[in-house]
T-cell receptor, first 114, second 117 residues
């Protein structure tokens, strides 16, 4: 079985601060990794994804994430947050090679003060 | 490209009543998922369809929940009878399967918020 752990449940930052949200997963095989975002009043949407290749992936709105295989981690980063980044962020994993069940972490609520 | 459509957006019922949610995935997407998202938690998979067959329903409370995807397109999730703890947002998502592998990249609908009183 696969599982996802997000360490920060609530994060409050001021604009221009740097952001890093932790995500660790457990799965015995190869995985596809995702970060989804849910802005207030909107549906969940993809922020970025990692399938293979360069472990540093870039997504929309200046977000990036780094896959560290040895640590089973896929942390999300942004050098300078904006008020419009206020949202819920969910890390998700999809095991490959037989298990195609996308599993989500519990999410991190990010509030950015102007 | 039209997104994933869900209805109704909101539903309030009393416990022991029944409710049904409908989902129409993105055209051509073979895989359809129903997730339950309780306030403060991440989405939890209830059932996954590949075309009109069930791939995984291990976390579906089958004594009260049922789902079907006739003809491999739209899907209905039913709860009967509802309990207080079923209050949640029910999310429908779809994904395509390129080269025979489902990557797990999901496209979500707006969700159906259920309140059970």
């Amino acid at each position: 079985a696969q599982s996802v752990s997000q360490h920060n449940h609530h994060v409050i930052l001021s604009e221009a601060a740097s952001l890093e949200l932790g995500c660790n997963y457990s799965y015995g095989g190869t995985v596809n990794l995702f970060w989804y975002v849910q802005y207030p009043g909107q549906h969940l949407q993809l922020l970025l994804k990692y399938f293979s290749g360069d472990p540093l992936v870039k997504g929309i709105k200046g977000f990036e994430a780094e896959f560290i295989k040895s640590k089973f981690s896929f942390n999300l980063r942004k050098p300078s947050v904006q008020w419009s980044d206020t949202a819920e962020y969910f890390c998700a994993v999809n095991g490959r090679g037989g298990s195609y069940i996308p599993t989500f972490g519990r999410g991190t609520s990010l509030i950015v003060h102007p | 490209e039209a997104g994933v459509a869900q209805s109704p957006r909101y539903k309030i019922i009393e416990k022991r009543q029944s409710v049904a949610f409908w989902c129409n995935p993105i055209s051509g997407h073979a895989t359809l998922y129903w997730y339950q998202q309780i306030l403060g938690q991440g989405p939890k998979l209830l059932i996954q369809f590949q075309n009109n067959g069930v791939v995984d329903d291990s976390q579906l409370p089958k004594d009260r929940f049922s789902a079907e995807r006739l003809k491999g397109v739209d899907s209905t999730l039913k709860i009967q009878p509802a309990k207080l703890e079923d209050s949640a947002v029910y999310l429908c998502a779809s994904s395509s399967s390129s080269s025979g592998e489902n990557t797990g990249e999901l496209f979500f609908g707006e969700g159906s918020r259920l309140t059970v009183l």
